[in-house]
């Protein structure tokens, strides 16, 4: 499969009064053409940074400092308005956390969706309506409910609604940010489903955000693992889960309990996420770390690859 977007050595500060805060730092990843590449990471690692930089989302006080992001080889971050404006959902969509934060509360569900479709193309109203439709029907929604509201739907049907929103102009990339939080297991699962089966038949990739890394375990080519806004480990799904190199990511999957097979005890990941303001010298986990030794307090570890194709950012590997 070829690359569909590349990502250089990406940096993104946060500037405030007491000082910068790096919440992505030198991230290097490769997305390629139909793949679905998982993000996994406590709250405050970088995921959501990392996909609001893809497409240009960032606000003051966020700034991106370095790096670049190529698609299809053109530089995102050298884009001007015009440019970007026809990236954003013709090529790269997002679907974000909160469902009900995502759409408009005091306009129907049908009118945004046509709006969407409206904004990028020089069609009649009619056919934009129709389209509206067929978009709700792919993700199962009947078109009766084209007249409602958000509020009038469950917590599903809007995430659905969201999902045919980032469908509406057939883009090669759709970025995913915890898109399952707020759902109970049984809808998410009916929801991921159905995203296979969308993928399958589009064929666009997909970067799906989660703290959740057995789901992610599931869905996912391939997982990369972010901690301080590091990246710290990456490769295949079922290495990363199954036989996991980071001891950060270890802690990660032994904080899931396992469906099938013999009740084991969960341990938890000891501490807090290091101060972003006040990075320590050296490995940024080496505070929560039980197998911290004294190189990792004054050498920071690189991203390195290892024979199987694994990429790992620590002394111990």
């Excluded at 029907?137 to 409602?148: A, L, N």
């Excluded at 970025?175 to 666009?204: C, H, Q, S």
């Excluded at 000891?270 to 010298?281: A, F, H």
Aim: net charge negative; hydrophobic share 40%; aromatic share 6%.
């Amino acid at each position: 499969m070829s690359a569909l977007l590349e990502i250089n050595n990406l940096c993104v500060d946060y500037v405030s009064p007491n000082g910068v805060a790096r919440a992505v730092n030198n991230v290097s990843l490769t997305i390629k053409e139909g793949e679905t590449l998982g993000i996994a990471g406590e709250s405050g690692c970088g995921k959501s940074t990392l996909a609001f930089a893809i497409s240009r989302l960032h606000k003051a006080p966020a700034l991106i400092s370095e790096g670049e992001i190529l698609y299809k080889g053109e530089d995102v971050l050298k884009m001007n308005d015009r440019k970007l404006r026809q990236f954003r959902w013709n090529d790269v969509s997002v679907v974000f956390q909160s469902a009900m934060n995502s759409l408009n509360p005091v306009i129907t569900i049908g009118e945004q969706l046509t709006d969407v479709i409206l904004a990028h193309k020089k069609i009649p109203y009619k056919q934009a309506h129709e389209k509206a439709v067929e978009l709700l029907s792919i993700v199962g929604i009947h078109g009766d409910r084209m007249g409602s509201f958000p509020h009038q739907l469950s917590g599903g049907m809007r995430q659905r609604v969201v999902i045919a929103v980032a469908l509406a102009l057939e883009p090669k990339l759709i970025i995913m940010d915890e898109p399952t939080t707020a759902l109970d297991v049984v809808v998410e699962r009916e929801i991921l489903n159905e995203l296979y089966d969308l993928k399958t038949k589009f064929g666009f990739s997909i970067l799906f955000i989660s703290h959740d890394l057995s789901l992610m375990g599931e869905i996912a080519d391939r997982i990369g693992v972010m901690y301080a806004g590091n990246l710290i480990e990456l490769g295949d799904a079922q290495q990363v889960f199954g036989a996991p190199e980071h001891p950060y990511t270890k802690g990660l999957v032994a904080s899931f309990p396992t469906i099938h097979g013999p009740k084991e005890r969960l341990y938890g990941i000891p501490g807090n996420p290091v101060n972003l303001l006040d990075i320590p010298t050296g490995c940024n986990f080496q505070a929560r770390c039980g197998e911290c030794f004294e190189k990792c307090k004054s050498v920071e570890p690189a991203l390195s690859a290892l024979a199987n194709g694994r990429q790992v950012s620590c002394h111990l590997v």
